[in-house]
């Protein structure tokens, strides 16, 4: 639910450009998830991302391209186009580890993905 509000909370801003909601949203986020992992696992991130080495390192920078790609999708398109695409993104993780990590997919899962495709590319036909 909360998800659903970002297209509207974003779109509200009328005065900042992308570069500035990021870097209010990533600070915030960012003390917040150093103080969560903190008090959760005992030890600082910074020890556990170099722990982990270049997969954190690159999942890190994947979240960041995320985001930033999703702040500027729903600035420059409509909020339906963005959302929708983001809804999706369960549905292209599920193809994503099937292909490349060789994971099963349910029959329910596939229908699920043909439906949204088809709601995507009916909906970009309007």
């Given at each position: 639910?909360?998800?659903?509000?970002?297209?509207?909370?974003?779109?509200?801003?009328?005065?900042?450009?992308?570069?500035?909601?990021?870097?209010?949203?990533?600070?915030?986020?960012?003390?917040?998830?150093?103080?969560?992992?903190?008090?959760?696992?005992?030890?600082?991130?910074?020890?556990?991302?170099?722990r982990?080495?270049?997969?954190?390192?690159i999942?890190?920078?994947?979240?960041?391209?995320?985001?930033?790609?999703?702040?500027?999708?729903?600035?420059?398109?409509?909020?339906?186009?963005?959302?929708?695409?983001?809804?999706?993104?369960?549905?292209?993780?599920?193809?994503?580890?099937?292909?490349?990590?060789?994971?099963?997919?349910?029959?329910?899962?596939?229908?699920?993905?043909?439906?949204?495709?088809?709601?995507?590319?009916?909906?970009?036909?309007?």
């Amino acid at each position: 639910m909360l998800w659903s509000t970002v297209g509207l909370g974003i779109r509200l801003i009328e005065d900042a450009v992308v570069w500035q909601i990021l870097l209010y949203r990533s600070i915030s986020m960012s003390l917040f998830l150093y103080v969560l992992i903190r008090v959760r696992s005992g030890e600082s991130p910074f020890v556990q991302i170099r722990r982990n080495g270049a997969p954190a390192i690159i999942a890190g920078l994947s979240l960041v391209a995320a985001y930033s790609g999703g702040i500027y999708a729903i600035q420059n398109t409509s909020v339906a186009n963005a959302m929708l695409l983001f809804a999706t993104a369960p549905f292209m993780a599920a193809v994503l580890g099937w292909f490349v990590l060789q994971e099963p997919v349910r029959a329910a899962t596939w229908i699920a993905i043909a439906v949204a495709i088809g709601g995507i590319r009916d909906h970009g036909r309007r």
